[in-house]
Structure formats: C-alpha cells, structure tokens
C-alpha cells in the first residue's frame, strides 16, 4: 500500500496538542491532540477491503508492514497518529468536550482523481478524549460498523467506509446491556475512511470555547475542501455553509427512510457537515413498520431517536450548529430561514422518494394521502417494510393478495384487517394507472429504489456468533450480499426476522455499548 502517500495536514493547519499524552483531559483551544496507538502484538486481520483501497489511493496490500498497519501493530517511520477534539449535545443535553475517545486519525490520502480521503482507526487506544473509557472496541460492535457502512455504501447511501476489520489479540471487558453484569468479550481494530470525518460537535466545541477564529479557519478549510460550490464571501460564505450542510443532511434523512433505517443515536456530535451515515452503534434497519421503534435501549422510554423522529431531530441537531456558526453569519433571520426551509424541503423530498418507491413517475394530487395510508396500515398490521414493497412489485389484480402478502406480516392478521389492507391495493391500483408511463417503467423505477437484501440485525448477531467460533462462512455471504442489495443473491437472507429472534438482544435492540 501506499503509506508513504498519507500526508498530515491537520497538524500543521490547526492549532493542537503535540504532547502525546493520552490521559484524559479537557484539551482548551485544540482542534487536535497527538496520540499514539496501541501496538498490539497479536492481531489478525479478518477483512481487507482492497476495492476501496485502490478507490482511495492506498493500492493492494502488499507486504507484513502494510498488514501491521492496518492491525494498528505498527506505523511507518515518521507518522504521527492524532485525535480530533470535538463536543456535543447527547440525548438533547449539552455535554461538552466529547473527541475521538475510540478513533484515532493516519491522517488523509489523495487518489489519482485528486480526492481527499481520510483515514482512522476505531479501537486503537485511548486518547485524550476517552472520557475514563480504555479506547478499545469490541468484536461484536466491529463486525457491525464494518458490514452496515458497507451496506449503506451499496445501498447508494452516503456514509463513512470500511478498509479493514481485524481481531486485537486482547480480551476487552464490557457491559453490554449496563446492568452490572461486564464480561470479557474478544478485542477489534476496525480501520474506517471518509472524505472528512468533521461533525457538528467539532464547530460547537470552538464556539463554546469562544475560538472565533479557529472557528472561522475550520469553517474555511470545510468550505475550500468539501464545498467547492461557494463562492462568496465574508458573512454570506458561512451562510451557504451551513445550508449546504442542512441541504446533505435532509438528503441524507430521506435516504434513511427510503431503506428503513435507523441511527439510534442521533446526537450532534454523531452527525457528519457532509451529510455522511457516521459512528454505527445501536442501529438498526426496520423488521416491522414501526414510526416508534427505536433501537438504542438507553433511548428508552423517550424514544427520541425513534425512526419517526429521525427528521425532527436533524432539525434540531441543526439548530445547535446554526447557534454555533452565528459568531461567522450574526443573521439571525437568515439562519432561521434555512432552519424553516429544512422541513418544507424535506417534506417534498421524502413524497418524492416515496412515489419511487410505489412507482409512480411523479407526484399527483392526494399523493401524500396515500402514503400516509400506506404507513398507517405498516404500522397498524406490523409488515415487513422491506418485503411489503418487495411484494408490492410483483402484485397485480389477478392474484390473490393474502396468498400473495402472507409473508409480510409479524402477526395474525383479522379479516377486518385484510378487508382494509385489500381496499388499499385497488387504491393503489387505480393510482398506478393514472402514470404517464408503462408498467415496465413503472417497475423499473421499484427496482431501482426498493432494496430486495437489508442488513438485518439478526443475521449481523448469526454472524457474530459464528465469527466468535472462528467461523466465515454467514460473513463471506452477507459480504456478498450487501454489495448486490437490490438483487435476491440469497432468497433465505429475504425474509422476515424468525420468531426465535423476537426480543433476542442484538437482534433489535441493542445498548450503546462497545
């Protein structure tokens, strides 16, 4: 690989704690702290993704020091390794300095094209900002990132990327569901890349600190980098700023909706400027349609996080960014504006993304009275969201649509329920006829949105479970799987969560321990 290639530039743009110390501390006025990584002496690499490797500059992998690399063992000559500072508000509650307690920054690569790509590994050590956390991962919450990023990314969602995915060699001790009962549970470096891992928290951190000017100079460099499409100047530059961010955060949610996923953590500090799928911890895709399911069990009973929410909170997380930049924009009335403008944009976004998902060539009048139907009658005879639509393709008239939809549903389903659910097909029959295109188009455009394979949260515990025996076989499928999701590779990946999975841990809900 090319490592001689990854260049450092936040340490010499930034101002930053070069001291390499990596007990835990509040780090005043750095936008970075040095800090080394764990070494560890007996680590194994499960997965190299060599696709994304060449894609990004880094090349195959070619020798022991490429692989040492990669395990966190060991470091070229000359590298120093970083981690960002950073705050947050976590479950709608300031938290201060938060940083990269778990993630620790190579630094960046440009490919061939001229792009930028960050590079870090998640459960390397501590740093600075582990919050009296020991800045190791487990395997269990490491197989999840790897493999949920991935299928995101072939989803045609945007999100972080997974390079490589290796077990430690150390034992780690968690506890996994908080409740006094920690164990000891297999280690893992996972090494993850992005075009910039910037959050939100990185600029509320500067504004609550009052470092107005590294505030303006981080904003600058985002702007020079990731959003060559401003061109103005002074206030009006961190105006456009931040309606770019709010415009790839609303695309970003309905993305989330069209597939059926859910963060589960939805704090400001786990949210990309870029409008990048960041930090996988208690996620999950849905089984049943559910607006109040939420997967994090620390998000009970609020359910702040729930599914339904997900829109509203991207709002409010963008809220807190506008209180952030204001110092750069000081137009009150301008950030409000973008603020309003966000529900109203993303509204129409998402009945667009959901007249694909029907096949519809364009919205029409009462349009959105069918989609809440839809939704209502998801919810209300708990159906399969990814098999509903999945069905809906291959429906006509001529079938006989309980025998059709009979796999869909996690319940017995009453007569009263079928007669409604069998008025809503011949409603949507009628609407499909009004397209100005052909059923064959019509299809297309299904087939194109709906996803027929999701990573759900049962077969990532069936893989776990088998990885923990030394086993590959579920992992090299589901690999397989999630980079062809709009296909039936594995017919027995496209049902419904069995019955032995209902309430299994890991399987819908899980905790943000990792």
């Known amino acids: 690989m090319n490592l001689d290639h990854i260049t450092q530039q936040y340490l010499t743009l930034f101002p930053g704690d070069l001291s390499g110390n990596p007990m835990q501390r509040q780090t005043p006025k750095a936008v970075f702290s040095t800090v080394e990584i ?3 002496e007996n680590p194994e690499l499960i997965i190299f993704n060599e696709k994304l490797a060449i894609e990004i500059g880094l090349e195959k992998m070619g020798n022991q020091t490429d692989e040492d690399f990669l395990n966190a063992k060991s470091l070229p000559s000359g590298m120093k390794t970083y981690a960002t500072a ?5 479950f709608g509650n300031w938290a201060g300095q938060l940083g990269d307690g778990r993630a620790i920054f190579a630094g960046e690569i440009k ?3 001229g792009e930028n790509t960050e590079i870090q590994w998640k459960g390397a050590g501590a740093t600075p900002y582990s919050r009296h956390a020991d800045g190791r991962a487990v395997l269990r919450s490491s197989v999840r990132e790897y493999l949920m990023s991935e299928a995101m990314y072939h989803l045609g969602i945007p999100t972080t990327r997974a390079l490589s995915l290796s077990v430690s060699g150390e034992q780690v001790v968690r506890d996994m569901l908080y409740d006094g009962n920690a164990a000891y549970e297999k280690g893992a470096v996972m090494t993850r890349t992005a075009p910039s891992f910037l959050r939100l928290g990185h600029f509320e951190l500067l504004s609550a600190q009052g470092e107005n000017q590294t505030l303006q100079q981080l904003a600058d460099f985002a702007i020079e980098n990731y959003f060559p499409e401003i061109h103005s100047t002074g206030p009006e530059k961190y105006a456009e700023f931040f309606k770019a961010v709010a415009d790839r955060t609303a695309d970003m949610i309905v993305k989330w909706y069209r597939v059926g ?3 589960g953590v939805m704090n400001t500090d786990n949210m990309s400027i870029l409008g990048l799928t960041i930090d996988y911890g208690p996620f999950s895709f849905l089984d049943e349609y559910d607006l109040n399911f939420t997967p994090n069990t620390t998000d009970l009973p609020g359910r702040r996080y729930a599914f339904g929410n997900q829109a509203k909170i991207a709002q409010w997380n963008l809220w807190q960014l506008a209180n952030a930049l204001f110092p750069l924009i000081k137009d009150e009335k301008k950030l409000e504006k973008t603020l309003n403008d966000f529900n109203t944009d993303f509204w129409i976004r998402h009945d667009e993304m959901m007249a694909r998902k029907f096949g519809l060539d364009k919205l029409q009048q009462g349009d959105d009275e069918l989609f809440t139907k839809a939704q209502q009658l998801m919810q209300d005879l708990e159906i399969d969201y990814t098999l ?3 069905q809906l393709e291959a429906y006509s008239e001529n079938v006989d649509f309980k025998i059709h939809f009979k796999e869909v549903f996690y319940s017995k389903t009453t007569e009263e329920q079928f007669e409604k659910f069998g008025e809503f097909l011949s409603l949507y029959l009628s609407r499909l006829a009004k397209n100005s295109i052909s059923k064959t188009e019509s299809l297309m455009i299904m087939k194109e949105t709906n996803p027929k394979f999701i990573l759900r949260n049962y077969l990532l515990f069936e893989c776990i479970n088998e990885l923990n025996e030394g086993k590959k076989e579920l992992l090299n499928k589901l690999l397989t799987a999630l980079e062809n999701p ?11 969560r069995p019955p032995q999975y209902d309430g299994q841990t890991g399987c819908s809900t899980l905790s943000c321990s990792s």
């Not at 709009?486 to 419904?496: A, D, L």
């Open 38 to 40: 764990a070494g560890f």
């Open 86 to 90: 950073y705050a947050g508000h976590q």
């Open 111 to 113: 490919n061939a094209q």
């Open 261 to 263: 996923f859910v963060h």
């Open 388 to 390: 509903f639509f999945k």
């Open 486 to 496: 709009y296909q039936e590779i594995y017919p027995e990946f496209s049902v419904k």
